[in-house]
């Protein structure tokens, strides 16, 4: 097994000492999921839910979550974050084996530094699915949120890695 690298030789919790590491331009992809009744997403695509550009404001929502990811997250690095991109699909009833409708997001960031951007990723897309429920909880309180995963991380001593 792996040491844990946030653990020290007393057990307690620190932030890892980057400082030695080279910096590398590095990216993460992730993504989450937003189920909803088809009513709601009809609203959100159409434009009429009651609070606005639901999407838009998802977007938004998630680039920032992502530049206040380490005031968030305790041992997470504050990183110069390079790229915040949030999308935004929906996702209608017959097109998932599920059969769920709702909203998928990914989100894109991107750093060059010492350390890996998968929580600035992870941050993003929860809270972009976050500000839906946000939005359109008057609509449907059933909302659920889920499958929120990393899908790819690239740079660093690591590589390149794909769920």
């Given at each position: 097994?792996?040491?844990l ?12 000492d980057?400082?030695?590491k ?7 992809v ?23 550009d ?6 938004v929502?998630?680039v920032?979550a ?6 968030l ?14 999308e ?6 017959g ?12 989100a ?7 350390t ?5 990723a ?6 972009a699915?976050?500000?839906i429920y ?7 309180r ?16 690591s590589?390149i890695?794909?769920?």
């Open positions: 097994m792996e040491k690298t946030h653990i020290d030789e007393k057990g307690q919790v620190r932030m890892v980057v400082g030695q080279d910096d590398t331009k590095r990216i993460a992730a993504e989450g999921f937003i189920s909803m009744n088809p009513e709601t997403l009809a609203a959100i695509v159409d434009g009429t839910a009651p609070k606005g639901v999407l838009a404001c998802a977007r929502a998630g920032m992502a530049k206040q990811t380490s005031s997250i305790p041992m997470c690095h504050p990183l110069l974050i390079t790229k915040a991109q949030v935004c699909e929906p996702v209608h009833a097109e998932r084996e599920d059969g769920l409708v709702g909203i998928r997001v990914q894109t960031c991107g750093v060059t530094g010492k890996g951007i998968e929580m600035e992870l941050t993003a897309a929860s809270v699915c976050l500000t946000d939005m359109c909880k008057a609509m449907d059933g909302m659920q949120i889920g499958e929120i995963r990393l899908l790819r991380k690239e740079g660093g001593k590589g890695w794909v769920r």
